[in-house]
C-alpha cells in the first residue's frame, strides 16, 4: 500500500462483533476468563486492550516497522526508551533538542548513573570522537526542535552498526508522512504522537516504533511493568488522527513554505529557520532523507529582546501563544520560556536559542490570512 492508502486501513479492520468500520473504544479494566488462563487474548488492560492493539499496529504500518508500543505521552515514549539501559551507560544527544527531553535526561536518568554528552551533529562524523566502550545509545532528532536543524540519519545509523549502538530517532517533526527513519537505519523511532500523529491538539500519546522482535519484547515488557499506558479513547482518537495525516501534512508543508520565505523578506526579522531553505546548511541532506519539509519554523528579530519577542506572542489573532505543535490551528510559541525552558539560559545561547526565537507551528488555515496575522505583529 501507498502511504495516504496506509494510513487509513494498515492496522485496523471492522469490529468482527458488529462490523464497525471505527475501531471501538475497550473501556474495560479486566476481561472475563472462563477458567485459570482460558481467555480471549486479553487479560488485564494495563497490559492489554484492543484499541491500544489496533493503533499499535497502525503506528508500526506508517513507520515501515513491525512492532508498536503506546504510551501516556511522548516523554514516557522517552522513559521507556531509557529504561533499555543501566547505570554506568552513556548516551550521545544532539545539543538542540526538545526541553522536556533535556529535562528528563539530565534531571532524572542522569542521577540513576546514566551519563549524558550533547553535541552539535550537523556533521554526523562528530558523533566518532565522543564514542566510549560506555556508550550504547544515540539519540537525534530532525528536524531539531527549535532550530531545524537537519541530522544525517542514514549516516548515523552506519555509526551506530560499526559500534554495535542503538540508534534512536525522535521523529515528531517530520511525522511518517515526510519521514521513515528505519528505512534509513535507525533502531528506534519515538513519536509524540500528541503533535502531527493526533493533530487535533486533543490527545496527548507517545509512541515508540521498531523492527527487532528481541527489542520490540524489552520494550513491551517496560510498558507493562512500569504502566505509563494510554487509555483507549486516547488511542481512538489517536487513530482517528492518523487517518488525515496525509492530508493535513500537505497543507501544512504548503503553507510553511509560503510563511518561511515571507518571513524572510520582512524588514523586521532577522533569522528564519526552515530546512526548505535551499542554503540550510544541511538542506541537501533533508531533501535526501525527508518527502517534504514540514510546517515548522523558528525566526529570530533583529530587535534581539524579550520585551520585542513578547510585543509579537502577544498580538497575534489566528497564530494561539501556546504549548505543542502539529495541530490543524497555527501555534506560536518562545521556546526560551516555554518548551525550553528548562535548558539554562547559558546553554540556549550557546546553541544559538536566542531571547527573541520565536517558533511557529504552522497551521492549515487559509496561508494569506496567516500572513496577514503575522505581519501586524511583527509591525
Known sequence: MKLGTKLIHAGVAPDPSTGAIMTPIFQTSTYVQSAPGVHHGYEYARTQNPTRDALQNALAA????????SFGSGLAATDGVL?????????????????????IFTKIFQRYGIRFHFIG?????????????ATKLIWIETPTNPLLNIIDIAACAQIANEHNLLLAVDNTFASPYL???????????????????????????????????????????????????PGPQDCFLVLRGLKTLHVRMQRHCENGAAVAQHLRQHPKVDKVYWCGFEDHPNHAIAKKQMR???????????????????????NT?????????????????????????SIPREERLKNGLVDSLIRLSVGIEDVADLIADLDQAIG
Open 292 to 314: 517534504g519539509f514540514g510546517g515548522m519554523i523558528s525566526f529570530t528579530l533583529k530587535d534581539d529582546s524579550l520585551e520585542a519577542a513578547h510585543k509579537v506572542l502577544s
Open 62 to 69: 506508517i513507520e515501515n516497522g513491525k512492532f508498536g508500543i
Open 121 to 133: 551533529m550537523q556533521d554526523a562524523q562528530n558523533i566518532r570522537q565522543h564514542i566510549t566502550a
Open 179 to 229: 519521514q521513515t527513519p528505519l528505512d534509513l537505519g535507525a533502531h528506534i523511532v519515538v513519536h509524540s504522537a500528541t503533535k502531527y500523529i493526533g493533530g487535533h491538539s486533543d490527545v496527548v500519546h507517545g509512541a515508540v516504533i521498531v523492527k527487532d522482535q528481541a527489542l520490540a519484547e524489552q520494550l513491551y515488557f517496560i510498558q507493562n511493568s512500569c504502566g505509563a499506558v
Open 317 to 341: 489573532h489566528l497564530f494561539s501563544l501556546a504549548e505543542s505543535l502539529g495541530g490543524v490551528e497555527s501555534l506560536i510559541g518562545h521556546p526560551a520560556s516555554m518548551t525550553h525552558a
Open 83 to 103: 529504561k533499555l539501559l543501566q547505570p554506568g551507560d552513556e548516551v550521545i544527544a544532539s545539543n538542540d533538542l526538545y526541553g522536556g527531553t533535556y529535562r
